[in-house]
């Protein structure tokens, strides 16, 4: 148990209520999707939809929605390099999945690559039953 901690510390992620950690699917800078948003899936349908806004025909991860759900979180177009997003916890709980999630900016006056940016984290968590969902965007 202490190592499973230990990784979860170290990797910044909280463990959720069923006391397992979000698993990330995919983390990055490169998304199609130019808009900020921020969602939970519950079937393999709905992960197609996601994944072809997300990847276009890029072959999607296999998610067993018996056992998991996912949540993602996209910031959108973002000016130059420096910029990132993190699923930091997911806790479900009192009919409600409560997603905390960190946006990371570069400081003042940084010197960065002037490209385009689409930050996102996509994570797997322990199947989602809450009628209610929300994010939470924390420092």
């Known amino acids: 148990m202490i190592a499973v901690v230990c990784a979860c510390a170290i990797a910044g992620?909280?463990?959720t209520q069923s006391g397992a950690a979000p698993r990330t699917v995919e983390k990055g800078e490169q998304s199609a999707i130019d808009e900020p948003k921020q969602v939970l899936v519950r079937t393999d349908p709905e992960w197609?939809?996601?994944?072809?806004?997300h990847a276009g025909t890029r072959a999607r991860p296999q998610i067993d929605f018996t056992k998991e759900s996912v949540v993602a979180v996209f910031m959108g177009s973002r000016p130059n390099a420096g910029f990132s997003t993190a699923i930091?916890?997911?806790?479900?709980?009192?009919g409600a999945l409560i997603v905390r999630y960190t946006e990371t900016r570069p400081p003042r006056g940084a010197i960065?690559?002037?490209?385009l940016?689409?930050?996102f984290h996509i994570v797997a968590i322990p199947?989602?039953?809450?009628?209610?969902?929300?994010?939470?965007?924390?420092?």
């Open 13 to 15: 992620l909280a463990m």
């Open 48 to 53: 197609a939809d996601l994944w072809r806004q």
């Open 88 to 94: 930091v916890s997911a806790t479900e709980g009192g």
């Open 112 to 115: 960065s690559a002037q490209v």
């Open 117 to 119: 940016t689409f930050p």
């Open 127 to 139: 199947k989602v039953t809450a009628a209610n969902v929300r994010f939470d965007k924390t420092q």
